[in-house]
T-cell receptor, first 109, second 114 residues
């Protein structure tokens, strides 16, 4: 079954703007991961944040995790047209991974 | 970084035939691999957990006899869609963990059943 829920389902912004995507989940987790998927391609791992971490950065990506609210956010700063893709959060509860429905991000040049 | 190879990337077959999809971990051993299915415009759905040397663990609603999984070695898991029908057309993705929390995904297989 699906663990996470993401919002918005779709997001359209102009190049240079920031994009924020949110993910909520239901059960306790070991870590939460964000993935990117270009159309028709496999998922690419972006960033992993452990349950005892609150914030993590990687380049233009910033991920926060609030375990009390069971939610996470992914911020992409200074977006580029090449950032256009679907972004998924995945929760790792130990034995398997559960994915959210994903956010379709479109960055207009 | 660790690489997972999935083959074939695309397959078109006639209804009633069986299709085998391979998932290989290229530079690490994976005792556990996962198989996912993605319907258009939907998220990935976990189908089953493939365990090396033992039977796969299937998610509720996934037909074991329809989707045969074999994990014969620490670097190879196969998913066979038996007697495929048009409703089996989908995007199938495997993943494997390197033992350090991160899952590495195959490129996926686009199955089209005519």
């Amino acid at each position: 079954s699906q663990q996470g829920e993401e919002d918005p389902q779709a997001l359209s912004i102009q190049e240079g703007e920031n994009a924020t995507m949110n993910c909520s989940y239901k059960t306790s987790i070991n870590n939460l991961q964000w993935y990117r998927q270009n159309s028709g391609r496999g998922l690419v791992h972006l960033i992993l944040i452990r349950s005892n971490e609150r914030e993590k950065h990687s380049g233009r990506l910033r991920v926060t995790l609030d375990t009390s609210k069971k939610s996470s956010s992914l911020l992409i700063t200074a977006s580029r047209a090449a950032d256009t893709a679907s972004y998924f959060c995945a929760t790792d509860a130990g034995n398997d991974m559960r994915f959210g429905a994903g956010t379709r991000l479109t960055v207009k040049p | 970084g660790a690489v997972v190879s999935q083959h074939p990337s695309r397959v078109i077959c006639k209804s009633g035939t069986s299709v085998k999809i391979e998932c290989r971990s290229l530079d690490f051993q994976a005792t556990t691999m996962f198989w996912y299915r993605q319907f258009p415009k939907q998220s990935l759905m976990l189908m089953a957990t493939s365990n090396e040397g033992s039977k796969a663990t299937y998610e509720q609603g996934v037909e074991k006899d329809k989707f045969l999984i074999n994990h014969a070695s620490l670097t190879l898991s196969t998913l066979t869609v038996t007697s495929a029908h048009p409703e089996d057309s989908s995007f199938y993705i495997c993943s494997a963990g390197d033992g350090w929390d991160i899952q590495y995904f195959g490129a996926g297989t686009r199955l089209s059943v005519l």
